[in-house]
């Protein structure tokens, strides 16, 4: 299998941060270590409206090979306040970073009409972030991703219109796809496509579960918090105006290699390189299935309810397909 390529880079102004510095409990694995975990906000455009989260979950002092963690060091100055925000110091006093990192997948359960549906949200986790004093003159090569796509569907959505006849969402392709950890994770994301060009593309591939096709892509990450006004005229006196923070957050392919990699090649990817990773990943979330489960029985009995014990993990693994079927 080869070695796979996924990459994000995010610059711009310090906007916000979520930052905190934890101790890890007596449970794990290093017991007692200072690490820093949280979420850190970056504003890539001049407008400062596309705010690029990215989440770090164990950061701690020194590396693996015991070396100083440059990125601990510029996260515990923000914590401290030593590197100014948009948010706590206003534009001119917030400092400029570059974060290089990769996209994740956060795995969640949630009740959803009385029923337990998982969540695989795209996220940016952890990586590398520097101080700098310059940053890149086009806005749209701020907040860049560059990975390898497992493309096993491509749905395509006409654009939508408000009451007003504006189009509020573009005509898109939805690439289903699977992209891959540096650590050898299979996971689940969607991107899009909107250039006119590039839907007919992967339109075009008829990619499929069965018949799925392994290329290379690059795209801009989109992050937008804005406000949409709401005025309602008044028969005397001025209007009421009300203020609607909207979110639109979406991961646009710009550009794909222009010969797809040959999967089935050992050396490449097979189905039995992504049937391994698929039981993998069934495991890892029957163990997050569980937790979520005793950590709603652990908050019905604080609350006085009773409650069954939950399924261990090995019970909530899915079956195994059958042959000529992939879950991955």
Do not use: C
């Not at 996924?6 to 101790?23: A, I, M, P």
């Not at 990125?71 to 290089?100: C, F, P, Q, W």
């Not at 019905?300 to 042959?323: D, L, Q, R, W, Y």
């Amino acid at each position: 299998m080869k070695k796979m390529i996924n990459s994000t880079h995010v610059e711009g102004l310090l906007y916000d941060h979520k930052l905190q510095r934890k101790v890890s409990g007596a449970n794990s694995k290093h017991p007692g270590t200072e690490f820093i975990s949280g979420e850190l906000q970056v504003a890539t455009n001049n407008a400062h409206t596309n705010i690029v989260p990215i989440h770090f979950t164990y950061v701690t002092a020194t590396t693996a090979k015991g070396t100083e963690n440059a990125t601990y060091a510029i996260l515990s100055d923000i914590i401290d306040g030593k590197l100014g925000t948009i948010m706590a110091n206003g534009e001119d006093g917030a400092d400029k970073v570059r974060v290089d990192s990769s996209i994740a997948v956060n795995d969640f359960y949630t009740d959803r009409n009385g029923e337990e549906t998982l969540i695989s949200a795209k996220r940016i986790e952890n990586g590398f972030v520097h101080k700098t004093n310059k940053i890149s003159e086009d806005e749209k090569q701020r907040s860049t991703f560059d990975t390898d796509i497992l493309i096993v569907g491509v749905a395509h959505k006409d654009a939508v219109e408000n009451d007003a006849g504006k189009i509020t969402s573009p005509e898109k392709a939805v690439i289903d796809g699977r992209i891959f950890s540096y650590g050898g994770k299979i996971l689940p994301v969607q991107f899009s496509a909107i250039n006119p060009q590039a839907i007919n593309y992967f339109e075009g591939l008829d990619a499929s579960m069965k018949q799925p096709v392994f290329t290379h892509v690059k795209g801009q990450i989109i992050s937008e918090q804005t406000v949409r006004q709401i005025v309602t005229e008044s028969a005397f006196g001025a209007p009421d105006v009300r203020e609607i923070p909207t979110n639109h957050k979406e991961y646009v392919i710009t550009w794909a290699a222009s010969e797809t990699y040959d999967f089935g090649d050992e050396d490449v990817l097979t189905f039995d390189d992504l049937a391994r990773m698929g039981a993998e990943r069934e495991t890892y979330l029957a163990t997050v299935k569980t937790r979520n489960e005793e950590y709603k029985a652990a908050r019905a009995n604080a609350g006085g309810t009773s409650f069954t014990k939950p399924a261990t993990a090995s019970a909530n693994t899915k079956k195994a397909p059958a042959a000529g079927e992939y879950n991955f």
